[in-house]
């Protein structure tokens, strides 16, 4: 092999590397000074030998192969080229002197790209070269392309598998926590958001009528079976109306609305989702009637300022709220008969005449000091 054009570190533009292959001394000396003179690089090789080694050396871009060589031919040379799937594209030319059409043939079922005869032409030699070359940096272009493309798919794959893991651990984490606290705590490296704040918020009670006298007297599977249905149907409207479940407690539930998300309306959404569980615990409570469970449902609102934050200890924490508020809300649960919304002085302004209420009169509720004006919620426009 003779490499006759060397290019200095200091080019910016390596030049496509031609190998020619061909017995005779001459031949090769020939096609080397046409292809220099147009600016490519050569190599040669003297043997069919010789040139199976240096392509699998060096990766011409182009091969430049004759057919009448000892040892292995042209033909067995392209032959084994094209066969070896760890060369990639290398085009090959062949150059000979037998120009019969069965040769022809037999040069491109050999894997040839091109068959060009002695005396080569240079306008030619060079055509087809520059053909060659652009297949190849076509083909080139398109494998780096798919090449790509399968590291993209790789990384696709990879990405949509954590984000299917993602999924299924909010999944898992909403059922324990309420989907606005699960969130907040996957969506950010610290728990700033969670952190211990003031704000004003709208705290729902609600909890079933009966259900200790009912409970005493069924089967732990009825009661089982109760309560499933119970926390299905308030559960469901709790993410509806985009409430914070706070927790279930037995057959009570306390919802925040305004905190951790804030909520352009929170008494409206809080009556809302009232209103809609108390149809909904109607349709239960008739179904319940008729197994001889005598069960109602009853609610207490209140709106005002509430400390909210993660209560608990290192090993376990759940987010709550802290303040006049909650027991507020909690002791017009308690005061509500079946059926009854009662919402403080404070909702009933917020939803102005968008609700039609009735005034229940001043209560005088546990762990407070002064008389509480309540309302019954009838409807709400």
């Keep these: 092999m003779k490499f006759q054009r060397m290019l200095s570190g200091a080019e910016m533009h390596v030049p496509p590397r031609i190998l020619i292959v061909d017995d005779n001394e001459t031949n090769r000396c020939l096609l080397t000074a046409r292809l220099d003179a147009e600016g490519y690089q050569t190599m040669e090789a003297e043997n069919g030998e010789r040139a199976l080694a240096v392509v699998r050396e060096v990766a011409p871009d182009v091969v430049l192969l004759d057919v009448m060589m000892p040892k292995i031919d042209g033909f067995e040379v392209c032959r084994r080229l094209k066969v070896d799937t760890t060369l990639g594209f290398v085009p090959i030319i062949m150059v000979t002197a037998r120009t019969d059409s069965q040769d ?42 798919a090449i790509e493309l399968a590291a993209w798919n790789r990384t696709l794959e990879q990405r949509v598998a954590e984000q299917v893991v993602q999924i299924e651990r909010v999944s898992r984490l909403k059922r324990f926590v309420s989907p606005q606290i699960a969130e907040l705590i996957l969506s950010s490296s610290t728990y700033e958001p969670l952190a211990s704040h003031r704000r004003q918020v709208t705290i729902v009670f609600g909890d079933l009528r009966g259900f200790t006298a009912f409970a005493e007297i069924a089967e732990p599977e009825e009661v089982m079976a109760v309560m499933q249905e119970y926390h299905a149907t308030l559960g469901s409207l709790v993410h509806e109306f985009e409430g914070t479940l706070e927790r279930f407690l037995g057959d009570g539930i306390m919802v925040i609305f305004g905190d951790p998300i804030p909520c352009a309306d929170p008494c409206k959404r809080a009556v809302q989702m009232a209103i809609a569980m108390r149809s909904r615990l109607l349709e239960l409570s008739n179904k319940w009637r008729r197994a001889r469970h005598e069960l109602g449902f009853g609610v207490g609102i209140a709106f005002g300022y509430a400390t909210l934050g993660p209560i608990g200890f290192e090993g376990r924490s759940e987010y709550s709220a802290i303040g006049t508020v909650v027991n507020l809300a909690a002791r017009l649960c308690a005061e509500a008969r079946d059926s009854q919304i009662l919402v403080d002085s404070k909702v009933r302004e917020a939803l102005d005449a968008r609700v039609t209420a009735e005034p229940v009169g001043e209560l005088t509720l546990k762990g407070l000091h002064r008389p509480i004006a309540a309302y019954n919620v009838l409807e709400m426009t």
């Design 104 to 145: 022809v043939v037999t040069g491109l079922n050999a894997g040839a790209d091109e068959y060009l005869t002695k005396p080569v032409d240079h306008a030619a030699l060079v055509a087809r070269v520059r053909s060659m070359l652009r297949i190849k940096e076509l083909h080139d272009r398109v494998e780096a392309q």
